[in-house]
């Protein structure tokens, strides 16, 4: 046994990476109920090698000695480890039995879990980050006038330096105020050869003032609703360039929002889908952070100090830089 295989043998047993990994090419047992397929939590329980229990109505736990899952039960709420994943379906209860979708198990919570074994592939040399609008287009304006766009740069500068000094290559579509189409931000991580691609914004819920908390977005699968358009019309199949990169966006996504929430303390408003543009034309991995609402006015304050600025550029630098470690995790397992 050489030492990858012992490698490959202890990660295999949990060792190395604190659960019980079994091998990417375990099939789990689906059930079929009407054209779909599920995957019932009592068989994801031995596969994570976890113990199931309903620790309160509407609510199943899985949890082993590391990690824990709780599922809302006719919800799409799902918490892996605290942090929120939205899945793309309610947990339903089909046959007798609490299950998801297969699709929520192979394209959400598996990646989320065991990011290392979907990233053999994946690259991590080069880190670009898009200060959202800019120029003409202000973004999303505070009642104390705070200008999105500023913001966005603002953070993004202080993300790069974060990186940096952990040695991790980093570009920003713009360095300045100016306007930048959408497409021509992907051009531009595409011409750099970009590992990874992270859109920064800050959201606004107009009047409504309680409003609040972090989320990552990233793209929606094929097929499957965004999140804030579930069960509206059909969902559209199209699969987009950013589409070749599911599960990598999937544990991207979770490692910036467990730990900008970590970080800062706000409201995990979860790892959520849409079908944004950068996130389409996207050339690797992509996530795109809202790291608070202008429209509150608590979360304006936090946004005017540059100190909280400075721990959300924390939360996120973290959470790519974790995402980093997952693919070199990945390549070792290889
Ligand atoms: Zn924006």
Request: hydrophobic share 35%.
């Amino acid at each position: 046994m050489g030492s990858r295989c012992i490698i490959k043998a202890l990660l295999g047993i949990g060792l190395l990476t604190g659960t019980l990994a079994p091998p990417a090419t375990a099939a789990l047992p689906v059930i079929t109920s009407r054209g779909k397929n599920y995957v019932p939590l009592s068989s994801m329980a031995p596969y994570y090698t976890m113990q199931v229990s309903e620790p309160a109505r509407n609510r199943v736990r899985l949890q082993n000695r590391w990690y824990t899952l709780d599922f809302e039960t006719n919800s799409r709420r799902c918490r892996v480890n605290g942090t929120l994943m939205w899945l793309n379906r309610p947990t339903r209860r089909i046959s007798g039995k609490w299950a998801v979708e297969k699709v929520d198990f192979y394209q959400v919570i598996d990646p989320a879990l065991r990011p290392y074994a979907f990233l053999a592939k994946a690259g991590s040399k080069m880190v670009v980050l898009d200060p959202g609008h800019g120029g003409r287009d202000n973004g999303a304006v505070s009642p104390r006038r705070v200008f999105e766009k500023l913001l966005t740069l603002d953070i993004a500068k202080r993300v790069r330096n974060r990186l940096q000094t952990r040695g991790i290559t980093v570009k920003l579509t713009r360095e300045s105020d100016r306007a930048l189409s959408l497409s021509g931000r992907c051009k531009k991580a595409a011409g750099w050869n970009a590992d990874v691609f992270v859109s920064l914004h800050a959201d606004s819920a107009g009047k409504a003032k309680s409003a609040k908390g972090a989320g990552t977005f990233v793209l929606s699968l094929p097929g499957c609703y965004s999140t804030g358009s579930y069960g509206r019309g059909k969902p559209p199949s199209t699969a987009y360039e950013g589409n070749r990169f599911n599960a990598a966006n999937t544990a991207l996504g979770y490692r910036i929002q467990q730990n900008l929430v970590k970080n800062t303390g706000q409201t995990d408003r979860g790892v959520k889908r849409a079908r944004f543009q950068v996130l389409r034309e996207a050339p690797c991995p992509a996530a795109l952070v809202e790291v608070a609402f202008l429209s509150n006015p608590k979360e304006e304050a936090m946004l005017i100090d540059p100190a909280k600025r400075e721990q959300i550029a924390h939360g996120i630098a973290d959470g790519i830089a974790a995402y980093l470690y997952d693919v070199e995790r990945g390549r070792e397992m290889k």
